[in-house]
C-alpha cells in the first residue's frame, strides 16, 4: 500500500538562488531529484513569494532575505539550506513555527575568508592598494613611508570562533601576536590571548578583524566610540556582516586619517545582483580595498558548500534526519526499510506526547521505531510503523493539539 500523503521524488521541487554551485545539483539529481530550478540571483517581494509558494526546499546564500510574510506564501516548504555559514538572512523563528526546518555549512569557507583578511591586512600595511591605484593613473609612489611587515604586528580578533581561529592559526605562523575579544570563554589558539573588554582589544591592535555572526548584540558594535579607541595608523577589516559596522564613522576616520586603511567585504546595503550598482561612501577611497562579498567565494569553498548543504537536504527529506539543523531538534535516524516513517512536528506544549501515543493506542497501531527530540520552542517526533496503518495515523496525528506540520516516509 502506499501512502496518498507521501511525496514521490520526482515531484519534489528545489529552488536554489544566488548561483549555489552545480555540485548541490549533481548530489541532488544523483539522490534521484529531478525537480531542480536554479535562478543565479537573490530573489525578493512577489518574485519570490510567487516562486517559494510551489517548492518543498530553497537553497540560498547571504542576499535572499526569507521573512515571516516569505514563509507565509511557502505551503509546502520542507527546509530551508543556507549554502553559506550565516543564518541571520533567514527568520528562524517563523520558519520553526512553520515546522520548516533550516540548514547551513558551518565550515567549509571558514578557510577561504580567514586566506582573504590575511592577504588583506598584509597588503594594507604595505600601502598596496593605494600605490596601484596611482600606478594605475600613471602616478609612482615608490616610498616606504605607512609601509610596515605584518611580522611583529598585533591582529586582534573581534569573534574567535571557526573564521577568528582558523585567523589565529594562520596570523601566529606569519610573525604575529594575536589577541582576542569574545563575549565567550574560549581557549586560546598557539599563543593567543583573550582580552576581556572590546576597546582594551582596540587600543593595543595594529589590525582590528570582525568575525562575529549578525546577532542583535552586534549591530553598529564598531561606531565612532569603538574606532576613536583604535589605534593611530591602524586597520580595520570586516569581512563579517554589513550591520557590525557604522560605515559612515568608519569613512569619516579614514578621511581624517585615524586609520592608515580598512578592507570591508560587507556592507549595510549590497546589490541584489553583479548588475546593481554599489553605493557607499567609501568608494573612491584608495587605501580601502572593497570587495563584494567574496569572502566564501572560491571554488573549493563553493563545491565543499554545495555538497554539504544538499547532502543535509537529501537526509532530511529522505529519512527525516535533523542533524545540525539550526533551528530545530536534531535527530539522527536509522533507515527504516519495511516500515513507514511518520515525523510530527508540534509545539513544545504539555499534553502532546501523550496525545500522540494515544493515536497508536487507540487506533491498535504498532510502534516499531520511536525518536523524540525537542528544544525550547518544538518538539520533533518519528514514528516507524507497518504500511498499512499509515494513512489512518498520519491523519489522527495531523488532529493532534499543538501539530505544527507532519509528513509521511516510505
Ligand atoms: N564575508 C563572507 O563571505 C563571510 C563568509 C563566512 C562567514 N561570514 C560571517 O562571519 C561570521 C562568523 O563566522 P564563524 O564561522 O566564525 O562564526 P562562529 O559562530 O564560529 O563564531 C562567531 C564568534 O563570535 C562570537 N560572538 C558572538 N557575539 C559576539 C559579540 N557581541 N562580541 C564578541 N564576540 C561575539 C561567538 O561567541 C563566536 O565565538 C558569520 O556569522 C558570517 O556572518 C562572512
Ligand atoms: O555567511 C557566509 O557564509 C558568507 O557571508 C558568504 O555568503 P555568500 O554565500 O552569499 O557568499
Given at each position: 500500500m502506499t501512502s496518498k500523503t507521501s511525496l514521490d521524488k520526482s515531484k519534489i521541487r528545489f529552488l536554489l538562488l544566488?548561483?549555489?554551485?552545480?555540485?548541490?545539483?549533481?548530489?541532488?539529481?544523483?539522490?534521484?531529484?529531478?525537480?531542480?530550478?536554479?535562478?543565479?540571483?537573490?530573489?525578493?517581494?512577489e518574485e519570490l513569494k510567487a516562486k517559494i509558494a510551489d517548492v518543498h526546499f530553497i537553497g540560498i546564500r547571504s542576499q535572499t532575505q526569507l521573512t515571516a510574510d516569505i514563509f507565509a506564501n511557502a505551503p509546502k516548504l520542507v527546509a530551508v539550506g543556507c549554502f553559506c555559514i550565516g543564518t541571520n538572512q533567514v527568520d528562524l523563528n517563523a520558519a520553526r513555527e512553520r515546522g520548516v526546518a533550516v540548514f547551513n555549512a558551518p565550515y567549509s569557507n571558514t578557510r577561504s575568508v580567514a586566506e582573504l583578511v590575511l592577504a588583506e591586512a598584509i597588503l594594507l600595511l604595505r600601502g598596496v592598494p593605494e600605490k596601484s591605484a596611482l600606478a594605475h593613473r600613471g602616478g609612482w609612489l615608490?616610498?616606504?613611508?605607512?609601509?610596515?611587515e605584518i611580522r611583529g604586528k598585533t591582529l586582534g580578533i573581534v569573534g574567535?570562533?571557526?573564521?577568528?581561529?582558523?585567523?589565529?592559526?594562520?596570523?601566529?605562523?606569519?610573525?604575529?601576536?594575536?589577541?582576542?575579544?569574545?563575549?565567550?570563554?574560549?581557549?586560546?589558539?598557539?599563543?593567543?590571548?583573550?582580552?576581556?573588554?572590546?576597546h582594551d582589544l582596540l587600543?593595543?591592535?595594529?589590525?582590528?578583524?570582525?568575525?562575529?555572526?549578525?546577532?542583535?548584540?552586534t549591530q553598529w558594535m564598531i561606531g565612532e566610540a569603538e574606532i576613536a579607541a583604535m589605534k593611530p595608523g591602524s586597520i580595520l577589516i570586516n569581512a563579517s556582516r554589513g550591520s557590525v559596522v557604522v560605515i559612515e564613522a568608519l569613512a569619516e576616520a579614514l578621511k581624517a586619517k585615524k586609520l592608515l586603511g580598512a578592507a570591508l567585504d560587507v556592507f549595510p546595503v549590497e546589490p541584489g545582483s553583479n548588475k546593481d550598482e554599489f553605493v557607499s561612501p567609501l568608494r573612491g577611497m584608495d587605501n580601502v580595498i572593497l570587495t563584494p562579498h567574496i569572502g566564501g567565494s572560491t571554488m573549493e569553498a563553493q563545491a565543499n558548500i554545495g555538497v554539504e548543504v544538499a547532502e543535509k537536504l537529501v537526509k532530511y527529506s529522505d529519512n527525516g534526519t535533523s542533524t545540525s539543523s539550526v533551528n530545530f531538534p536534531e535527530v539522527a535516524l536509522p533507515t527504516h526499510a519495511g516500515k513507514h516513517r511518520l515525523l510530527h512536528v508540534h509545539r513544545n506544549q504539555p499534553g502532546v506526547l501523550s496525545a500522540i501515543n494515544q493515536v497508536f493506542s487507540d487506533n491498535k497501531i504498532n510502534i516499531a521505531g520511536q525518536?523524540?527530540?525537542?528544544?525550547?520552542?518544538?518538539?520533533?517526533?518519528?514514528?516507524?510503523?507497518?504500511?498499512?496503518?499509515?494513512?489512518?495515523?498520519?491523519?489522527?496525528?495531523?488532529?493532534?493539539?499543538?501539530?505544527?506540520?507532519?509528513?509521511v516516509l516510505f
Open positions: 544566488e548561483g549555489v554551485h552545480p555540485s548541490a545539483i549533481e548530489l541532488l539529481r544523483a539522490q534521484g531529484y529531478s525537480q531542480i530550478e536554479t535562478v543565479p540571483k537573490a530573489l525578493q517581494g615608490k616610498s616606504a613611508t605607512n609601509s610596515y574567535y570562533g571557526s573564521i577568528g581561529t582558523q585567523l589565529s592559526v594562520l596570523a601566529e605562523a606569519l610573525g604575529m601576536h594575536v589577541a582576542f575579544f569574545d563575549t565567550v570563554s574560549k581557549l586560546p589558539l598557539g599563543n593567543a590571548r583573550q582580552v576581556v573588554k572590546l587600543a593595543q591592535s595594529d589590525i582590528v578583524t570582525l568575525h562575529v555572526p549578525e546577532l542583535p548584540s525518536f523524540l527530540q525537542t528544544n525550547e520552542a518544538i518538539g520533533y517526533v518519528v514514528i516507524d510503523i507497518d504500511a498499512a496503518s499509515s494513512d489512518l495515523a498520519l491523519e489522527k496525528l495531523g488532529q493532534v493539539p499543538g501539530t505544527l506540520r507532519t509528513r
